[in-house]
């Protein structure tokens, strides 16, 4: 019932930009963390960035500076602005709702998105 629909991916060159979007539907009651992962070929997903309800953020050290996450609570929608682009950023970036209630004390629930693929190439 729960979805998280992502945009913005695309291919893109290096030292370029790109804005990721992810919107989460469904009957929600309450989403504590967003955030974004990603995973290159042959490597572990790692977090790129997250942020609270209360809007505090932490960053992987590798994107400190060019990145910037942002949400909208009302709107359930999680930002990553994307600037300064390498190639080692390639990967396919995942969207994620942690701690996710659908009712008052229920869960808490983890959500995924499904995938978009953020290319960096000259």
């Known amino acids: 019932q729960v979805q998280l629909v992502e945009s913005g991916g695309g291919l893109v060159q290096p030292g370029g930009s790109l804005r990721l979007s992810c919107a989460a539907s469904?009957?929600?009651?309450?989403?504590?963390?967003m955030g974004w992962y990603r995973q290159a070929p042959g490597k572990e997903r790692e977090l790129v960035a997250v942020i609270s309800s209360g809007g505090s953020t932490n960053y992987a050290d590798s994107v400190k500076g060019r990145f910037a996450i942002s949400r909208d609570n009302a709107k359930n929608t999680v930002y990553l602005q994307m600037n300064s682009l390498k190639p080692e950023d390639t990967a396919v970036y995942y969207c994620?709702?942690?701690?996710?209630?659908?009712?008052?004390?229920?869960?808490?629930?983890?959500?995924w998105g499904q995938g978009t693929q953020v290319t960096v190439s000259s």
């Open positions: 994620n709702a942690d701690n996710v209630r659908l009712r008052p004390g229920d869960g808490p629930y983890n959500f």
């Open positions: 469904g009957n929600i009651f309450s989403i504590n963390a």
